[in-house]
């Protein structure tokens, strides 16, 4: 997938914020995000668990792009390219029998 790189709605450096508080104010302000805008993240280590909980959480909804990949300091982007209820977002769970709507 090729990335497109964007004004970014919000730039956190996540370096002054307490490591308890970080993935809520993440998640929040991407919540907040319209399609096509953008979050950019600065860290002092790899956030990659983070990614995997974007992968767990919004699936289908957003692009990562590794801006600065270290070791000093790590920049991500992260676009929202679909909302939550496009049927693109959350592919995981959109087979028939999931969500128990079709089975009697």
């Keep these: 997938m090729t ?4 004004q970014p709605t919000h730039v ?3 370096r002054t914020i307490p490591p ?3 993935h809520a104010l993440i998640f929040g302000r991407f919540d907040g995000l319209a399609t096509g805008q953008a979050l950019q993240l600065v860290n002092d280590h790899n956030p990659q ?18 801006l600065e ?5 790590w920049r991500i982007q992260i676009t929202r390219i679909a909302d939550a209820t496009s049927p693109k977002a959350g592919a ?7 969500g128990g709507n079709c089975c009697g």
């Design 20 to 22: 308890r508080e970080r």
């Design 69 to 73: 990949g270290g070791p000093q300091v």
């Design 49 to 66: 668990p983070l990614h995997y909980q974007f992968e767990d959480r919004s699936l289908g909804q957003f692009e990562w792009t590794v």
């Design 12 to 14: 956190l450096d996540l």
């Design 3 to 6: 990335a497109t790189l964007i």
């Design 92 to 98: 995981r769970g959109d087979s028939c029998c999931s």
